[in-house]
Antibody, heavy 118, light 108 residues
Framework: QVQLVQSGAEVKKPGASVKLSCKAS????????MHWVRQAPGQGLEWMGI????????SYAQKFQGRVTMTRDTSTSTVYMELSSLRSEDTAVYYC???????????WGQGTLVTVSS | EIVLTQSPATLSLSPGERATLSCRAS??????LAWYQQKPGQAPRLLIY???NRATGIPARFSGSGSGTDFTLTISSLEPEDFAVYYC??????????FGPGTKVDIK
């Protein structure tokens, strides 16, 4: 069965960077794009970007351009999302999600809570 | 950027009632729209994609309709487990995606 297992919770200081992981199993890793989406406490879903695990190509939301980097390791079927210059507004649960038809989010990870606090 | 608006923000209904949720796009997204359900403390779940296709394992009481700028998610008869927040998402300007702000369906 398809599983996306994300890394554990992080606490970071303002200005720091965080790198999250998402390990996929149960399907051919390079066949499906992967999204990253975040959700601040009590708020809605915010799309951050997408990566093609096959070639490594990425597309990021304008809001995160210059601060986010998505990468992948095909040998371990893992995608990574690094967010830099963290501020308190980046406190959120971050999800990875597999992309059906390179678009819709059909399987989701369990989420990783990132807390940014001095 | 394509902006999605959802209405109402909150829908208060009783089990067994019909729920009708709306999603409107700032410009045409053709049929490239999905709906998700999210319960507290859980990741979202894909319900409908390409406006009207039910995702794997989704009960038939969930249906989607619409095209262009106006879309509707209908839950024909609310079950207790259907009280949740619902989001729409567009993929029209791939590879840029946006979500709507959500509609909360709560128990009246």
């Amino acid at each position: 069965q398809v599983q996306l297992v994300q890394s554990g919770a992080e606490v970071k200081k303002p200005g720091a960077s965080v790198k999250l992981s998402c390990k996929a199993s149960g399907y051919t890793f390079t066949t499906y794009y992967m999204h990253w989406v975040r959700q601040a406490p009590g708020q809605g879903l915010e799309w951050m970007g997408i990566i093609n695990p096959s070639g490594g190509g990425t597309s990021y939301a304008q809001k995160f351009q210059g601060r986010v980097t998505m990468t992948r390791d095909t040998s371990t079927s893992t995608v990574y999302m690094e967010l830099s210059s963290l501020r308190s507004e980046d406190t959120a649960v971050y999800y990875c999600a597999r992309a059906l038809d390179a678009s819709y989010l059909d399987y989701w990870g369990q989420g990783t809570l990132v807390t940014v606090s001095s | 950027e394509i902006v999605l608006t959802q209405s109402p923000a909150t829908l208060s209904l009783s089990p067994g009632e019909r729920a009708t949720l709306s999603c409107r796009a700032s410009q045409s997204v053709s049929s490239y729209l999905a709906w998700y359900q999210q319960k507290p403390g859980q990741a979202p779940r894909l319900l409908i994609y390409d406006a009207s296709n039910r995702a794997t394992g989704i009960p038939a009481r969930f249906s989607g309709s619409g095209s262009g700028t106006d879309f509707t998610l209908t839950i024909s008869s609310l079950e207790p487990e259907d009280f949740a927040v619902y989001y729409c998402q567009q993929r029209s300007n791939w590879p840029r995606f946006t979500f709507g702000p959500g509609t909360k369906v709560d128990i009246k």
